[in-house]
């Protein structure tokens, strides 16, 4: 099959790729939104990777030399698969392929066994001291999105937005190492069924409430759930918190809408992208509307 042209570059280019002739790679591609991930298997050598190369519009707003040096330590700390190469400067990464490894789905954050286990490996990252570069803040994200991308509406809500911004930002709310993107299919259930969390190029210090929220919005948890995700990952269950991971969903309905327009704008192609801009757009509007009324 014909391969887009820096994906041979890739195979080229990359030493542990090019130890093998390009013609002897089998090529699949595997699902993505912001990068265009391979599947790359050899199985003459056993070699079996994954390959991420950049997708349009990424290097607008990611730090890669930071996802790449979290990526590593995420590896150390044992909840993800160890970082073959990497090259910040093209934007490659390759790991190691884990054919017995499943996505979670939504439906798997409703189960409690899988839910506490996802809760474990959250607190682990956030307990663990890992000195991870580079920081995000919900609303300094968004305002950097919606430069790149404006759209009316989301700048109106957003700049009504000021008073969570004060409240997500006070004083005494430490960052820690956070993933960022905690969606269901970065999490790989193994066979023993132990989590590993993938694709770090978003990861940065953060609030520890911007992973649970974002599990909490994906996955449509209830109070509940929330309650449970919380304790397993060892933050104690109190009013306050409940709060925070309702100031976080919202304000991560407004970075989800922004990034959106600005993969959009782009020229991102990904199905449904526009549908889930509009969607996010319109629970951020709707989750401040609640709030304000609290």
Known sequence: MSLPPDLLLALTGIPLLAAVPVADWSVARLGGITNRNYRLCHLQSGRDYVLRLPGAGGDQYLNRAAGIHNAILAAEIGIAPAVLFADETQGWQVTAFLPDAVPLQSADFHDPDMLAAVGHIIGK????????????????????????????????????????????????????????????????????????????????????????????????????????LLAAAGHAVTPQAVLRVAHFKTALCLVAASWAFVEITAGNQTADLRDFAEQRLSAFAGCLADLAGR
């Open 125 to 228: 990252l956030q307990r663990s001291g890992a000195a991870f570069q580079h920081e995000m803040r919900p609303f300094v994200i968004s305002d950097r999105y919606l430069s790149l991308a404006p759209e009316p509406r989301l700048q109106q809500l957003r700049w009504a937005a000021g008073w969570l911004e004060t409240a997500i930002e006070g004083p005494g709310h430490p960052l820690v190492p956070g993933h960022i993107d905690p969606n269901p299919t970065n999490f790989l259930r193994l066979p023993d069924d132990s989590l590993w969390l993938i694709d770090w190029e978003f990861s940065a210090r953060a609030d520890p409430f911007w992973d649970i929220g974002a599990i909490a919005l994906d996955n449509e948890l209830n109070a509940a759930e929330i309650d449970s």
